[in-house]
T-cell receptor, first 114, second 109 residues
Framework: DSGVTQTPKHLITATGQRVTLRCSPR?????VYWYQQSLDQGLQFLIQ???????AKGNILERFSAQQFPDLHSELNLSSLELGDSALYFC?????????????FGNGTRLTVT | TQLLEQSPQFLSIQEGENLTVYCNSS?????LQWYRQEPGEGPVLLVT?????EVKKLKRLTFQFGDARKDSSLHITAAQPGDTGLYLC?????????FGQGTTLQVKP
């Protein structure tokens, strides 16, 4: 058990809809990362927050947004969903930032857009 | 363009065989990490290599960081079915951890 909790585990929704994925980091970890994993793209970095502030941005679409709350949990919002958004979404947390701090991953949320 | 290229992408071998997985880049990294991911779970860190030329061993797994810190390899000796999984290398760049596409390893009993 990595200590990182992601909910829900599975999500099935229709195109055009909006969903929110939730992540609770390991106790004591200040950094939260979001990754998208699909068969053809591998594990793609979306965004990182550190102690409530956005720290780094990757290949995150404008339809996607995230935030980290004062209690350090994070939410990833996906809107105007398309079929191609179907993927596994992972949250990870660490004490600091790479490369000095290893990432601890949750078990992911599997999103299916129909 | 993938920053980190892993090869091979897929590997299916018999129990007891040896194998090597490669992770290559044109960029220099301050460190490289190797993760293993099993179905239905998130990646789990195996090792971090920091110094060029560094070799680290984890039981039957040997990790090497290239002298120029642009590449790394993972060698598994006498593979077992329990080694089956997705092996990912990752490098830190501007505070972000970038992953390779991964190598899917299947070890048949």
């Amino acid at each position: 058990d990595s200590g990182v909790t992601q909910t829900p585990k599975h999500l099935i929704t229709a195109t055009g809809q909006r969903v929110t994925l939730r992540c609770s980091p390991r106790s004591g970890d200040l950094s939260v990362y979001w990754y998208q994993q699909s068969l053809d793209q591998g594990l793609q970095f979306l965004i990182q927050y550190y102690n409530g502030e956005e720290r780094a941005k990757g290949n995150i679409l404008e339809r996607f947004s995230a935030q980290q709350f004062p209690d350090l949990h994070s939410e990833l919002n996906l809107s105007s969903l398309e079929l191609g958004d179907s993927a596994l979404y992972f949250c990870a947390s660490s004490v600091g930032t790479p490369p000095n701090s290893p990432l601890h991953f949750g078990n992911g949320t599997r999103l299916t857009v129909t | 363009t993938q920053l980190l290229e892993q090869s091979p992408q897929f590997l299916s071998i018999q129990e007891g065989e040896n194998l090597t997985v490669y992770c290559n880049s044109s960029s220099v990294f301050s460190s490289l990490q190797w993760y293993r991911q099993e179905p239905g779970e998130g990646p789990v860190l195996l090792v971090t290599v920091v110094t060029g030329g560094e070799v680290k061993k984890l039981k039957r797994l040997t990790f090497q960081f290239g002298d120029a810190r642009k590449d790394s390899s993972l060698h598994i000796t006498a593979a077992q079915p329990g080694d089956t999984g997705l092996y990912l290398c990752a490098g830190a760049q501007t505070g972000k951890l970038i992953f390779g596409q991964g190598t899917t390893l299947q070890v048949k009993p």
